[in-house]
């Protein structure tokens, strides 16, 4: 049995309609505050718990809910619906630094885990990977590029990788030159994928790609050093994995995550799907070019973050949440989150070996001082 954490957003709500599809039945789903459609889903999916995070909506979501499905709210309930016995995969697709919880105590019970929610391995990916091999946890990718090169990687050893290679789309900013100029509703205009907000932004300013940088740093085990990011408009190529020889294995397919949300639950098989494969005759090219480092300064930021380690990549998260919370709600302009987020690192402290106490706490104290800097506030 399945249970979705944020089965409300972009990726829970095609996790869902692929497990109907591969008749996978969901134990629990959860929400944030979209409580008609957590409450239309609870029915829909016939689970047996659904939870929401803010207890704020805990009496309106019972109301909307039938008798015979449990309901609870807050984040040691989310944990508890990510660990219960009868669970045996997990899908985490909660945005940000809050699905952290959840997707530990899903490793420690030694569940399938299907990460989306790329926010806990970039600030903790080493305690979470080292904590999936202590309990038995299988971590399977679900992000597109880590579904690829996972694929791409398997039945291999690591000493026989020279890099991976993560494929960006470049983002809805490609080829504008300034961009002091661009607005929200550009920002918000994905070329390839259709995502949630926030990381439809990160993909607008590639900040996306310094967090799937770190990701597949812990994924894969291998320094940030040999994980090139290479432009690829088209996204049909989802990544590649060059090995020692000059061969190098790519992963192609649409671009529509349910490919790689329904080969996380069905992995290691692939199983007839919903999603037809490309049709490469009737594609006019797929093409390649090296990102703009000078234009997209987050690329710099993440493999600083990646190198220096201890708590910068929680540091450099924490700040890149709260400049893309106020850039949605209408504060600053587009260039100001790549200066949010630089200071944030510059200024971060130096932990070596860091505890999940210590990375928890280098993410409240990023907010709490950038909640009171006057100058973010003025954003
Ligand atoms: P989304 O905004 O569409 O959905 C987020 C979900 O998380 C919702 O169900 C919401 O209720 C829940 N949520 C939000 N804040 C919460 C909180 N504080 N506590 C508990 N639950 C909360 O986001 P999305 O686009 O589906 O992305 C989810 C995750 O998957 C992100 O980490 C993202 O980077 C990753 N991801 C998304 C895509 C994609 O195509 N959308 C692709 C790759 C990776
Ligand atoms: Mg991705």
Not at 125 to 132: D, Q, R, S, T
Not at 252 to 273: N, R
Not at 298 to 307: E, K, M, P, Q, R
Request: with cysteine.
């Amino acid at each position: 049995m399945l249970t979705v954490l944020g089965s409300t957003g972009s990726i829970g709500i095609n996790t869902l309609q692929v497990a109907e599809h591969l008749g996978l039945p969901v134990y629990a789903i959860t929400g944030n505050t979209k409580i008609a459609e957590l409450a239309a889903q609870a029915v829909r999916y016939r689970v047996q718990e659904v939870v929401i995070a803010d207890p704020a909506g805990y009496a309106q979501l019972r109301r909307l809910v039938p008798a015979h499905i449990r309901v609870e709210a807050g984040s040691q309930a989310l944990s508890a619906v990510a660990s219960a016995p009868a669970v045996t995969a997990v899908m985490t697709a909660i945005v940000g630094a809050a699905g952290l919880p959840a997707t530990l105590a899903a490793v420690r019970a030694a569940k399938r885990v299907c990460i989306a929610n790329k926010e806990p391995l970039v600030m903790a990916g080493g305690l979470i990977m080292a904590e999936a091999r202590r309990c038995g946890a299988v971590i399977v990718p679900v992000d597109s590029e880590h579904s690829a090169m996972f694929q791409c990687l398997e039945g291999h050893h690591p000493d026989e990788v020279a890099e991976l290679i993560l494929t960006s789309s470049g983002g809805p900013f490609r080829t504008v030159m300034d961009l002091s100029a661009v607005t929200r509703d550009q920002a918000l205009t994905h070329p390839t994928w259709k995502m949630g907000p926030k990381i439809t932004i990160d993909s607008a300013t590639l900040m996306n790609k310094s967090l799937e940088i770190i990701e597949a740093r812990w994924l894969f085990d291998i320094e940030a050093k040999r994980i090139r990011v290479l432009v690829h408009p088209q996204s049909v190529v989802h990544s590649m994995v060059s090995y020692r020889d000059g061969s190098v294995l790519a992963q192609l397919g649409l671009p529509d995550m349910q490919v790689p949300i329904q080969y996380a639950l069905t992995w290691p098989k692939h199983v007839p799907g919903q999603v037809a494969a490309p049709d490469f005759a009737r594609m006019a090219n797929l093409t390649f070019e090296d990102p703009d480092r000078v234009r997209f300064p987050s690329l710099d930021i993440g493999y600083h973050a990646a190198d220096v380690g201890g708590v910068v990549p929680a540091v450099m998260n924490a700040a890149n949440e709260l400049a893309v919370a106020a850039y949605l709600a209408g504060h600053g302009c587009f260039t100001d989150i790549f200066r949010v987020v630089g200071d944030a690192v510059e200024h971060a402290p130096t932990v070596v070996d860091p505890t999940l106490a210590d990375i928890i706490a280098a993410d409240h104290e990023t907010r709490a001082r950038l909640n009171t800097d006057q100058e973010f506030r003025k954003k």
